[in-house]
């Protein structure tokens, strides 16, 4: 069995068609198609059935199409590792974060691990947490930044807490929906509309929770924006909103600190507990927390944020 024959195997397997496979492989069909009854031959059983329609497995192909992946994925690990050996001039870091950070904290860490390490690949997706959480249990990310629900995350996933941020309400200047000379109570929101993010931001999720404890809905006056056109709406004076410090603080907005107790989110690093991480990954997460560090020695944290022990 060779792994040609596992990735020609692979390609008609995803693609149902012998012809497709061979263009995206880059190979003559006739070749493609000898390559897969060696291996039907070796194997001794057959691994598709043929129309002219296209190609459709067989319970022995069934059987073996995930076992070919996992081989595959374990041969191009292997073959990255060994290219990263050399002071990682070479790897990749697929790295996830929800929005308010990719417009925070992650450009500064990208930033100077980019300039140490000008040879790795950096791929960045933006998601909400639990939509990052299920693309790390699938392996299509390396680490992410998540807020973790309450009760901890995934079995699966590593996660390791670092930073407190506090939320605090932001509006287009002093009174413009939000309270003067003194610090913001949930009980403001009350019939005050806000402008607020679309379903799937952690700070939508904290904020209806807290006024609902409070025993009160809230009312907007734009809903289900993303983190540009959040902050567009309450430039224009829309309504106040609730944002994450770290965000208030490069926004240019007018911040009201909320009274004690503070609302706030927890923000943790996560990765695959069963996979351990490339030595691009690791470099760039010992980055993150080097960052987070230097930040809250030189005060560059903003007010209510706290570096966790972990």
């Known amino acids: 069995m060779q792994l ?44 598709f059935h043929r129309s002219r329609t296209g190609a459709v497995l067989t319970d022995a ?52 691990f980019r300039a140490a390490h000008p040879g790795v690949d950096l791929q960045l997706r933006e998601d909400g947490s639990r939509g990052l959480e299920r693309a790390l249990e699938a392996g299509e990310l390396d680490l992410a930044l998540v807020v973790p629900p309450e009760g901890g995350g995934p079995a699966q996933l590593a996660v390791t807490e ?6 605090v309400l932001v509006s287009a200047g002093p009174g413009a929906g939000t309270p003067v000379g003194r610090r913001a109570r949930i009980e403001d929101l009350r019939d005050r509309p806000l402008v607020m993010f679309r379903e799937g931001y952690d ?33 224009a004076g829309l309504g106040p909103a609730v944002l994450p410090g770290m965000v208030a603080a490069r926004s240019g907005l007018h911040v009201t600190p909320f009274a004690r107790p503070a609302l706030g989110r927890t923000i943790a690093v996560a990765h695959g507990r069963e996979v351990p991480l490339s030595r691009a990954a690791a470099e760039f997460r010992s980055a993150l ?19 966790l022990p972990h």
Do not use: K, W
């Not at 192909?61 to 070479?90: H, K, Y």
């Not at 927390?289 to 570096?307: F, I, M, V």
């Open 4 to 47: 040609q024959q596992l990735r020609y195997f692979t390609a008609v397997a995803e693609t149902r068609n012998f012809t497709r496979a061979a263009e995206r492989e880059l190979v003559a069909q006739p070749s493609l198609s000898q390559q897969i009854r060696s291996l039907e031959r070796e194997l001794g059983a057959e691994l």
């Open 61 to 112: 192909g069934e059987a073996l199409l995930p076992l070919a992946r996992r081989i595959l994925a374990d041969t191009e690990s292997a073959r990255r590792a060994v290219q990263e050996t050399v002071q990682l001039r070479r790897g990749r870091v697929r790295f996830g974060a929800p929005p308010s950070l990719c417009v925070s904290l992650v450009p500064d860490v990208l930033r100077a």
């Open 162 to 167: 670092l930073l407190h941020e506090e939320l």
């Open 203 to 235: 700070v939508r999720e904290t904020t209806l929770a807290a006024c609902r404890r409070a025993g009160f809905e809230p009312v907007y006056a734009v809903e289900g924006g993303e983190m540009d056109a959040v902050l567009a709406s309450v430039r």
């Open 289 to 307: 927390l080097t960052h987070l560090a230097e930040a809250a020695r030189t005060g560059a944290l903003p007010p209510g944020s706290r570096l």
